[in-house]
């Protein structure tokens, strides 16, 4: 079975600091690996998604992501954050071998302070 | 707007009702989700469609929820006699089939949450 583990409930830092959320998986076949973005009393969005090829993959907003199969993490980076990051993000994997479902970390709360 | 649309965004109701939301996905998604996202938690799955079969169900999806898609193109999300456990968001989700069945991103509709009184 996969499970996908957010290791930070929340994150507080400055505006224009850099940021990493850290999200670890665990599965014994090959995964597809996502992150969502949430603001309040939104739905989710995706930021951006792994399925295979280069290990460091860039989404929307700035943020980029890298696979690490030996350390089975997936951490989500930003250079520098603005205000309007401040948002709930979802790290989430896809069985390749199963059913469609997406199986969602806990979630890291983003605060960008001014 | 030709994203997932949820109706409605939000329900408040008294224990023991039965409460119903509906699920419009993207026109050509093949794929339909609803999953249950609780105050503190990540979105947890409910159920699957492919086209109009439903074709899984998680445990958390009690005797008193039932999920239909007609026609395979809109949804909805029963849930009967229902109680204070019963307040959460909902999300739907749909995708469309890819070739080879990689890895196709859900997009999620903006959620009914629902409360229970």
């Known amino acids: 079975a996969q499970s996908v583990t957010q290791l930070d409930s929340q994150v507080p830092v400055f505006e224009e600091a850099p940021v990493e959320l850290r999200c670890n998986y665990s599965s014994s076949v090959s995964v597809y690996l996502f992150w969502y973005v949430q603001y309040p009393n939104q739905g989710l969005q995706l930021l951006l998604k792994?399925?295979?090829?280069?290990?460091l993959v860039k989404g929307i907003n700035g943020f980029e992501a890298e696979f690490n199969k030996s350390q089975t993490s997936f951490h989500l980076r930003k250079p520098s954050v603005h205000i309007s990051d401040t948002a709930e993000y979802f790290c989430?994997?896809?069985?390749?071998?199963?059913?469609?479902?997406?199986?969602f970390g806990t979630g890291t709360k983003l605060q960008v302070i001014p | 707007d030709t994203g997932v649309s949820q109706d409605p965004r939000h329900k408040i109701t008294k224990r023991g009702q039965n409460v119903t939301f509906r699920c419009d996905p993207i026109?050509?998604?093949?794929?339909l989700y609803w999953y249950r996202q609780t105050l503190g938690q990540g979105p947890e799955f409910l159920t699957y469609f492919q086209n109009e079969a439903q074709l899984e169900k998680s445990r958390l999806l009690s005797d008193r929820f039932s999920a239909e898609r007609p026609k395979g193109s809109f949804s909805t999300l029963e849930i009967q006699r229902t109680e204070q456990g019963d307040s959460a968001m909902y999300l739907c989700?749909?995708?469309?089939?890819?070739?080879?069945?990689?890895?196709?991103?859900?997009?999620f509709g903006p959620g009914t949450r629902l409360t229970v009184l």
């Open positions: 026109s050509e998604h093949n794929r």
């Open positions: 989700a749909s995708s469309v089939t890819i070739a080879g069945g990689r890895g196709n991103e859900q997009f």
């Open positions: 792994y399925l295979s090829g280069s290990t």
């Open positions: 989430a994997g896809l069985n390749s071998g199963g059913y469609q479902k997406v199986t």
